[in-house]
């Protein structure tokens, strides 16, 4: 039983717009949310993360937001630049110090 | 240095070798991961090495055995390995376990 759903397994957008990034998970007793990025042949790289006691993290071009009451995040990125094409994952655990639940990921692809 | 060096990057395996898979870090975290990761799948964790000793164990098969000699190094050692164990193994090492620094993996392939 998947906790956290990437439901979008790939997502293509064009350079210069607004990448959407879509995460739900089942479990409410999540308390700290993380986004991962992999590139081919490498392990994946922390990206933003936020907990649940917020609903709106950012960073640069990354902006992450949590609505707890429908268990959904997403993950914006804009202006998009080819260098974001990569695997997303969206992952979560119960707090700073437990593991890590990782999703199943969405490739995103920056069109030029 | 924010790196997490694994070696090899690649291996091919007997079903009967034993081999061992290597990870190190010099960050001065306190904890030290084994991931599995199939094609098209999430990471799954495997072990947690906290303060050099074995915290998790995510009912991994006997065949694969963690040994953490220090708190830089995080081995893998393994042995009778099957073909559905083929994947790319990830290590990754933590401060917290929420902001984890992985490796670039091995790509194990058992024939």
């Known amino acids: 039983d998947q906790q956290v759903k990437q439901n979008s397994p790939s997502l293509s957008v064009q350079e210069g717009r607004i990448s959407i990034l879509n995460c739900d998970y089942t479990?409410?007793?999540?308390?700290?949310f993380l986004w991962y990025k992999k590139y081919p042949a490498e392990g994946p790289t922390f990206l933003i993360s936020i907990s649940s006691i917020k609903d709106k993290n950012e960073d640069g071009r990354f902006t992450v937001f949590l609505n707890k009451s429908a268990k959904h995040l997403s993950l914006h990125i804009v202006p998009s630049q080819p260098g974001d094409s990569a695997v997303y994952f969206c992952a979560a655990s119960m707090n700073r110090d437990d593991k890590i639940i990782f999703g199943k990921g969405t490739r995103l692809h920056i069109l030029p | 240095d924010t790196e997490v060096t694994q070696t090899p990057k690649h291996l091919v395996m007997g079903m009967t070798n034993k081999k061992s898979l290597k990870c190190e870090q010099h960050?001065?975290?306190?904890?030290m991961y084994w991931y599995k990761q199939k094609a098209k799948k999430p990471p799954e964790l495997m072990f947690v090495y906290s303060y050099e000793k074995l915290s998790i164990n995510e009912s991994v098969p006997s065949r694969f055995s963690p040994e953490c000699p220090n708190s830089s190094l995080l081995n893998l050692h393994l042995h009778a390995l099957q073909p559905e164990d083929s994947a790319l193994y990830l290590c990754a090492s933590s401060q917290v376990a929420t902001e984890a620094f992985f490796g670039q993996g091995t790509r194990l392939t058992v024939v």
């Open positions: 479990n409410s007793m999540f308390d700290y």
């Open positions: 960050m001065g975290h306190r904890a």
